[in-house]
């Protein structure tokens, strides 16, 4: 029978779960049938040659190249870059609010449903129409209406055309009619230009009133919606004077 | 392995620091090379230097001990060795010419060392005769370092399946041994 040599390896007993895993362990108190498989995992572990560590240069260059800017100059790049956005983002909300509001108001103004102070300022600015108010009475300091004296205003409204240098009617012919009509009528210039200045501001034709005649009183219950500074601005026969208007009446 | 230092360590290279990122090279590299020249045997530097790249890209967002640190480098390594494996079965390409072996650059002249790479050699060799996923097994227990429940999680087994085998690499690699007389 021939001698067949066996490996001690061959019967599977021989090696032991424990055995295996002080092997795995790095355990060199094993079995001697396994002590050639403990040279072999140590040597597969063994220090790293040169070879193995030449591409360092490499990792390093592609290190410095992803990573290797400082936390802090990079955390405040991005901070920076953060602010940057996140003001310009408030930025753009604020003015988007304040396009919002200006236009708001803008529309309230147009549309004549502003607090009268400021629907006044929105008139003077940005020629919106003039402010509401309650009814004025006769002013005090006019004297009792007589025939003729009102005449004046009874045109007012009648003979409306707009006249002037600006481009908006509110602001054209304030009060001139009946300043005029107050001046050529009975020469009542003074509340005239009141009842002028408080009437709805549509322009009036001077001198087209009859003299003698009642008046309608128009002009007197106007609704004061004309802005007094405008008004009295271009109530005034000097100051229109100086504009050149023909309908003006030239000083004598 | 590192131990204690290792996660002064990453979060200095997280910070930037080149010399904490080398010494994390240096300690790994070697071995992931190792594990790359049996799953792919002749691409080893270039899987490792891709391997590297995304390690770095993701280095900072990283979060672990140094199983965890290894087994994300292993399993790149891996995942990135699979990718080439699906390449080349889509384009195979055939070598020009080969390199004579001794025409490689020779840099290390201590003859303790070479004998050392030598048997690291052998070593690789005889793991790479074993079956695919035994090798694996060895490798990432031995030369990476990594306990049986992240080589599972890192080969998508049970940690019964790896601990299988393992214990066949061993006896199979205990017979082979035995079978050759190789001593290292």
Redesign the interface.
């Known amino acids: 029978m021939p001698n067949i040599p066996q ?4 019967d ?1 007993s021989a ?1 032991t ?1 424990a055995d ?1 895993v002080a ?2 362990a ?1 355990k060199l108190d094993v079995a001697p ?2 002590l ?2 403990a ?15 030449a ?2 240069a ?3 260059a ?3 190249r ?6 802090s100059r ?1 955390h405040a790049r991005r901070s920076t870059a953060g602010l940057t956005s996140r003001l310009s983002a408030k930025a753009a909300a604020g003015a988007a609010a304040a396009m919002l509001v200006l236009g708001g108001a803008a529309t309230a103004a147009f549309a004549n449903m502003l607090p009268a102070p400021i629907q006044r300022l929105a008139h003077d600015v940005i020629g919106a129409p003039g402010a509401p108010s309650a009814p004025q009475p006769v002013p005090a300091r006019g004297k009792p209406t007589a025939p003729g004296q009102l005449a004046s205003h009874g045109t007012h409204k009648s003979n409306a055309k707009p006249h002037g240098t600006s481009r908006h009617p509110n602001r054209h012919g304030h009060g001139q009619p009946g300043t005029n009509q107050g001046q050529q009528g009975n020469g009542e210039g003074q509340q005239g230009t009141g009842q002028g200045q408080q009437g709805r501001g549509q322009p009036g034709q001077p001198g087209a009133g009859q003299p003698g005649q009642p008046g309608t009183g128009q002009g007197r219950q106007g609704n004061g919606r004309g802005n007094p500074h405008a008004m009295r601005q271009y109530g005034d026969p000097h100051f229109l004077w100086q504009l050149g208007d023909p309908h003006v009446p030239q000083r004598r | 392995m590192i131990n204690e230092e290792f996660a002064s360590l990453l979060a200095a290279a997280q910070g930037g620091s080149e010399a904490a990122f080398s010494r994390l090279w240096r300690d790994v590299n070697p071995a992931l090379l190792r594990y790359l020249r049996v799953i792919a045997p002749g691409a080893e530097e270039d899987l490792a230097a891709e391997t590297w790249v995304q390690v770095v890209r993701g280095l900072r967002s990283f979060r672990g001990d140094e199983q965890a640190w290894r087994a994300w480098l292993f399993t790149t390594a891996r995942r990135r060795a699979i990718d080439l494996a699906r390449h080349r079965s889509r384009r195979p390409e055939a070598p020009l010419d080969d390199v004579a072996v001794a025409q490689l650059p020779r840099t290390e002249d201590s003859a303790e060392v070479a004998l050392e790479h030598l048997s690291t050699a052998a070593a690789i060799a005889l793991v790479s005769g074993l079956p695919r996923l035994q090798a694996e097994v060895i490798l990432l227990r031995v030369v990476a370092g990594l306990d049986t429940e992240s080589v599972a999680r890192l080969l998508t087994k049970s940690p019964g399946a790896v601990r299988v085998a393992a214990h066949r690499g061993l006896r199979r690699l205990a017979q082979l041994t035995a079978d050759t007389g190789v001593t290292l």
Request: glycine content about 14%; cysteine-free; charged content about 20%.
């Open positions: 490996s001690p390896l061959q599977g090696v779960d295996l092997l795995l790095g049938g396994l050639p498989v040279d072999v995992l140590a040597a597969l572990s063994a220090r790293p040659s040169l070879g193995e560590l591409g360092e490499r990792a390093l592609e290190f410095r992803r990573a290797g800017v400082p936390v990079r």
